[in-house]
């Protein structure tokens, strides 16, 4: 680990496979594996998964920014990394009924289920290829900055799998069933035009442009009420899923908890007073 000027700077964590940024209210979490095109280890999803947790509770965060180096966002787990070895009685198989399908769950669903419930505004600046389990952990974000060039890829079906990592609960919802069916059966490279045409990307921009728009959007959002923010990516997140009775009642107790707090206070104040508010974020 080499940690710099916590405040501000720059810290390598995970032998340098990923990169932490601290600017104001803004953290930047980076993938840092590019000769890999940022398949994503254990370590570093575990490591990341715990990351938005933090920047959850931490009330000095006020949004997020997901990012990479080099030619991939993330091309999915790195299945060339081995894996721990499991002790087993005598006779036991290799790898037994159920161990897949709860590496899955306490792994790749783990981090997506991370991204989606932070408490903070996470934006993806896309920088290179995202496949698989790259590609749903770009559209779990809040928003999607996709650089041009980059290509978007639902990769399983070229390895003879279904598509994991939350990505059949994400993608109808982005882009509705037909279309989802269609990136997940035959498992074409899409553009990012093309992936911002149906709604997986906010928008795409020249590759050098790409982190200066991620910053402008970040440093906006951390300007902003950061609890209606919280309440408002939970309640969106929730409307699929929920049925109307239910999610105007969430939505009434979200009110009524965000005007006990002083950002509503202070909108209010600022509303009648005819003057800009200056949100703190509680």
Known sequence: MNTKNPQGAITEVLGGDILVARNGGVLTLTLNRPDAHNAITPDQRNFLADEFARAGEDLAVRAVILTAVGKGFCTGADLRVAQPDRVRPPGAPDRAIMEVARGISTGAQKLVAAILDCEKPVIAAVNGTAAGMGVHLAVACDLVIAAEGVRFIEVFVRRGLVPDAGGVYLLPRLIGPQKTKEL?????????????????????????????????????LATQPTKSLTMSKMLVNRSFETSRQTLFEMEAWAQEILMAGEDATEGVNAFKERRQPDWKGW
Do not use: C, Q, Y
Request: hydrophobic letters at 55%.
């Open 184 to 220: 997940m059966f035959f498992g074409d490279d899409i553009g990012a035009s093309d992936a911002a045409a149906m709604g997986l990307v906010n928008r795409v921009v020249p590759p050098a442009e790409l982190m200066p728009v991620a910053r402008s959007w970040a440093e906006r």
